[in-house]
Every structure is written in C-alpha cells, then in structure tokens.
C-alpha cells in the first residue's frame, strides 16, 4: 500500500470480525475517503496510524507494550507522519517499540480500530483511525522497552484479557485464535 487509494482498497477487502469492527471499518473509509491528508499528523481532527499485532510462531503470544501516555497495554504502532504504506508504518513501530524484527504473516488488513485520543498540552482531542497488521516474530527473542513504554513483553494469548487493556485487543485475540483454528495451529 503505497497511496491512499491503495488503502481505500485494501479496507474495501477486509472482512470485519463483529458488528463494531464492521462501523469502524465504515467510519475509517469514509475518513480516509474524504481526508487526502489523512496520513498526515497535522490534521487535527484525527489521522490514520498503523499497528503491529505481533505472534510468536506457534501463535500461542503476542507481543505487547504497557504504553506510557495511555497507562494500557496495547499493540505496537503509532503515526503515519505522511507515509501512505501503513504495512511499513506498522513494521517501524514494531521495531521501534520492541527491538524486535517482525515480518508479515499477510500484507491484508487484520483489524481495523477507530479511538479517541485524549487531548494533551497543545493537541486536541483526536481520532486515531488505525489500521493493523498481523506480524510474526521468534517469540523466544526478549523485547526492548522504549522510552514510549513502561514494559514490553509477550504476553499468553489466554492471559491477555487479565492486562489492562481495551476491547479492540481482546478482539485482536479472538482473531488469532479463531485464525488458528482455521489455519490448523494451536
């Protein structure tokens, strides 16, 4: 994906999971749909980031940050800064949140979220419309805790839901197992 009308044809061919992720999805195209700045930070109503669901191998972890300014664990990712190829967007923050090197499972869309961001200092409130991306990495490589982090570190499928996170990562969870019910993993 390296333009915005790539985008709007990848989200075009994302199958959404629930009903909520199917009106994130609505509300994510027609933003990207009216927005040609929509990568762009400096769009103060909101902007598109990219995110890095990041596995094991065997797809039984997944790679979380206890993100500083949000106080939650969530998936690696962060801002497009103007780059349309959110896949490589998702790939930086990954390496640049973790330490570690991921690769894509798929180039397709995994998941898509809309949030509000809380206004801080001199930013207002905004809406991060985020795309994600399924990502492998060797699960036996420790992460590195940026300064964006107070702890990185894989966390058990099955133990996700007892971090303090949000509904947009549990769903990120049942994607991965029900993929690996599909897919034949355990």
């Not at 009216?34 to 995110?51: I, K, M, P």
């Not at 409130?125 to 990502?135: C, E, G, M, P, S």
């Amino acid at each position: 994906m390296n333009s915005r009308t790539d985008l709007l044809r990848a989200l075009r061919a994302h199958r959404p999971f629930d009903t909520q992720e199917a009106a994130m999805l609505a509300r994510l195209l027609a933003f990207v749909d009216t927005h040609e700045e929509c990568f762009e930070r400096s769009l103060l109503c909101g902007h598109v980031t990219g995110s890095a669901w990041v596995v094991n191998r065997q797809r039984t972890h997944t790679l979380l940050v206890h993100h500083a300014k949000l106080g939650k664990w969530l998936q690696p990712g962060g801002h497009c800064d103007g780059n349309a190829d959110v896949l490589a967007v998702a790939l930086r923050e990954a390496l640049e949140e973790t330490g570690l090197t991921a690769s894509p499972v798929t180039p397709r869309v995994f998941d898509v979220d809309t949030h509000e961001i809380p206004a801080r200092k001199e930013e207002p409130a905004h809406i991060h419309y985020d795309v994600r991306f399924l990502l492998e990495a060797d699960g036996a490589l420790a992460p590195v805790v940026s300064e964006e982090s107070h702890e990185v570190r894989w966390v058990a499928l099955d133990e996700v839901a007892n971090l303090n996170t949000d509904q947009s990562v549990l769903r990120l969870v049942a994607k991965t197992l029900a993929r690996n019910t599909e897919d034949g993993t355990c």
